[in-house]
């Protein structure tokens, strides 16, 4: 499920591009398909198009005996004409192609063998998106997390803090190193580049111009300061990708595929005017660790098992100091001082944090481990990374938040550890939502408030429309007869313990926790639901199907995600993104009345569907 969740988000990722162009609406003039993409894990081919969000035209299959064909009127067809083939399926071959006697068509046929069910084949609609699926339902992405909120950050698999110093700085900073320098009207597009140097840092624009491969591994390098975003792993095949906000790629390294080894590549495309996408194929993603350097200018992609020899690490960095203070009983800070930039990067998992410290000498763990107070941070494991370095294994619970801090002069690093409070004890057996079960006691959790605003942009606050949202929700059920209580009524502080500790008190039937979504990059929008226990899904899927279908904005989809609130209520709960502040037209639009009042029908309507299924 959370493969499927991930070519989602890659099809979301990847149309991003195209979403935002918009057609005159009057004119007939023909959409373009511009995007296409396969993923034979989901039985699924993605068709992007420059069509206005909305655009609707009802396309039926239409039969022969071998074969079907669907028919995009007034469509072209921007990409190459595509075929696929199967084995060992009911579908024998898809092609996608402009349709040659009738020029505005795009055509996609699908050949298939006995047993093909015409039920079985569908061609979705979703936003200007054309999807095509057999027997799996697309909109099934119960995924584990999601990767564009920035108040997730800290959930398994990211990539996080990294570094990495030289014995030289490894920035192309100007023409003499280039592989390009040989050619002289491209050294003196490097020596313009060179001038912007300054400009293009103020901006934090990174150009990229050029990938080393270094036994096995790869580095990055450019000018500018380079960020690391949206780390994906993909499968069929399976790959890492990053994307690189503000960086432009130089154009002739674009899409070459660099071996990283018999059976791995590296490229670089530029996959936005302004952002670029990195992929690495390889079947061993998980060990891959991006590591910046400390100027900040280049990226090395370690493998784990790949450092031995690297030049990049032989300066190696004893250790001067380390301590570990317990700043009050749920947070732990830890520290470390180093005679050299030491090069590091942070990956979190569920249930670790990995410091990985490539260069690093003279760690004494026992003299370490005798400072922490955390019990269950001394538990932690170290293992060598060779040749010089080693990778401390902190054990943290999954609520944990992480903070990390590190010296300008790259020699020192200070990580903080905050545990939350201990959930609370299921002391009850969960109610098992049978048909017939009555629900009377509805809580309406409002996200955030007092001190903690939620997310904000331009002086909104996630707390005010949640609240507000809440407010209309709480009303329109308790009209339909039900008892609603809200965790809170007012913009005041209620921490994520009271609220659980509120809806077991009250013996809510259901919980619903209303919030607004926000991501670092300004582009995503849309609706989410989360839920987390199995209790919860039915109940997810309603309401997350009414608010896709009732707001004005992106299905992103049903997500089983790990929030403190749904996941420690007994009563089947759920979250709902209500939509992202972090997107203009969107923050625009959710602090209107009217979107407000909508959002909180669309809940309520959800709510009052599921309770009628399950009566
Ligand atoms: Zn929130």
């Given at each position: 499920m959370f493969k499927k969740f991930l070519v989602l988000l890659f099809i979301i990722l990847s149309t991003f591009v195209f979403t935002h162009c918009c057609l005159a609406q009057n004119s007939p003039q023909p959409i373009k398909i511009n995007n296409i993409l396969f993923d034979n894990s989901d039985n699924m081919i993605f068709l992007g198009t420059d069509a206005p969000s909305g655009y609707n035209q009802p396309i039926k299959l239409k039969k022969l005996s071998d074969r079907g064909y669907f028919d995009i009127e007034n469509a072209i067809l921007t990409r190459p004409n595509t075929s696929w083939t199967f084995k060992n399926s009911v579908i024998k071959q898809v092609k996608i192609s402009q349709f040659s006697t009738k020029p505005d068509v795009v055509r996609i046929v699908i050949l298939y063998n006995k047993g093909f069910k015409t039920g079985d084949l569908k061609l979705l609609q979703l936003d200007n998106n054309f999807i095509l699926t057999y027997k799996d339902d697309f909109l099934d992405t119960n995924g584990e997390t999601t990767v564009y909120n920035d108040e997730r950050l800290n959930k398994e698999g990211y990539y996080e803090y990294t570094t990495f110093s030289e014995d030289e700085k490894p920035a192309e900073t100007g023409a003499k190193n280039s592989v390009i320098s040989s050619n002289p009207s491209a050294a003196k597009v490097l020596n313009n580049v060179e001038q912007e140097k300054h400009d293009t840092k103020l901006k934090s624009r990174f150009y990229v111009n050029r990938i080393d491969v270094k036994r096995g591994n790869a580095l990055v390098r450019g000018i500018g300061q380079i960020a690391i975003e949206n780390p994906l792993i993909l499968t069929e095949p399976s790959r890492l990708v990053f994307d690189l906000p503000n960086t432009y790629v130089a154009p002739e390294i674009r899409n070459i595929e660099y071996v990283l080894s018999e059976k791995e590549t590296i490229k670089i495309g530029q996959f936005e005017p302004t952002k670029a996408r990195l992929v690495i194929k390889s079947e061993d993603v998980d060990k891959f660790r991006p590591v910046y350097s400390y100027d900040g200018q280049s990226i090395f992609f370690a493998h784990d098992n790949r450092l031995a020899g690297l030049s990049l690490f032989h300066k190696t960095a004893a250790t001067t100091a380390y301590s570990a203070k317990k700043i009050n009983n749920k947070t732990d800070e830890l520290s470390f001082s180093y005679t050299n930039p030491i090069i590091h990067s942070i990956h979190r998992t569920a249930d670790s944090?990995?410091?990985?410290?490539?260069?690093?000498?003279?760690?004494?763990?026992?003299?370490?481990?005798?400072?922490?107070?955390?019990?269950?941070?001394?538990?932690?494991?170290?293992?060598?990374?060779?040749?010089?370095?080693?990778?401390?294994?902190?054990?943290?619970?999954?609520?944990?938040?992480?903070?990390?801090?590190?010296?300008?002069?790259?020699?020192?690093?200070?990580?903080?550890?905050?545990?939350?409070?201990?959930?609370?004890?299921?002391?009850?057996?969960?109610?098992?939502?049978?048909?017939?079960r009555e629900i009377r006691v509805i809580v309406v959790d409002a996200g955030h408030g007092g001190a903690d605003v939620g997310a904000t942009r331009d002086s909104i606050y996630e707390k005010d429309i949640t609240l507000d949202i809440s407010k209309r929700l709480a009303d329109i059920l308790t009209n339909k007869g039900y008892h609603v209580e809200m965790t809170r009524r007012s913009d005041e502080t209620v921490s994520l313990k009271d609220r659980v500790q509120f809806t077991e008190e009250k013996n809510a039937d259901l919980f619903v926790s209303v919030h607004v979504n926000s991501s670092v990059s300004e582009e995503p929008y849309g609706v989410e639901t989360h839920y987390y226990t199995d209790e919860s899904y039915n109940f997810a899927q309603e309401v997350h199907k009414s608010l896709a279908q009732k707001i004005d904005s992106k299905d992103r989809g049903l997500f089983k995600s790990k929030f403190y609130v749904i996941n420690n209520s007994i009563a089947p709960s759920i979250l709902v993104e209500t939509g992202f502040i972090s997107n203009t037209e969107e923050r625009t639009s959710l602090i209107t009345e009217e979107r407000k009042q909508k959002t909180a029908e669309a809940i309520a309507d959800g709510i009052l569907n599921y309770i009628k299924k399950n009566k």
């Open positions: 944090v990995e410091l990985n410290l490539y260069n690093s000498s003279g760690f004494d763990r026992t003299a370490f481990v005798k400072n922490l107070k955390s019990e269950k941070l001394a538990n932690l494991r170290t293992e060598a990374i060779v040749p010089y370095g080693i990778k401390i294994i902190l054990p943290v619970s999954g609520m944990s938040v992480l903070k990390y801090d590190e010296g300008t002069d790259c020699k020192s690093l200070k990580l903080t550890v905050t545990t939350p409070d201990e959930p609370v004890i299921k002391t009850k057996t969960p109610p098992v939502i049978t048909k017939g």
